[in-house]
């Protein structure tokens, strides 16, 4: 579920899954059985950030912040700019100025 507010923010969150069986096995086409964890969450907020700032991420749960060009080999790095390679696929754009968080929390800290 996502959401996009009057500010131009998106959020989103999902609960976290936990893989009984075939976690390996989707790696080639085959099925695999996965149920939701509906005590945790995993959420996301994308804000647009000022002219110049490109990406920023921010992890608060991790205790880390940075940006993808000073970690480029960290999962998330590699993520976000993968996204960015494939939707901004005109050389001639530029990279978003944008501020991504990311927080893991249990349904206890929910407002849900």
């Known amino acids: ?5 009057m500010h131009h923010q998106i959020h989103a969150s999902a609960p976290a899954k936990l893989i ?7 790696v080639y086409g085959r099925p695999a059985i996965a149920i939701p ?12 950030a000022a002219p110049g700032n ?5 992890a608060p749960d991790l205790e880390r912040s940075w940006t993808p060009s000073d970690l480029p080999d ?5 993520l976000v700019s993968s996204l960015i390679e494939r939707f901004n696929a005109s050389p001639t754009l530029a990279i978003p100025d944008i501020h991504i968080s990311c927080l893991l929390y249990t349904s206890d800290a929910a407002d849900e």
């Open 54 to 58: 490109g990406v920023f991420i921010s």
């Open 37 to 48: 964890v509906h005590g945790v969450r995993a959420s996301v907020s994308i804000t647009q």
């Open 74 to 78: 960290d999962p998330l790095s590699l």
């Open 1 to 5: 579920m996502y959401i996009l507010d």
């Open 20 to 26: 009984l069986c075939g976690e390996h096995a989707v």
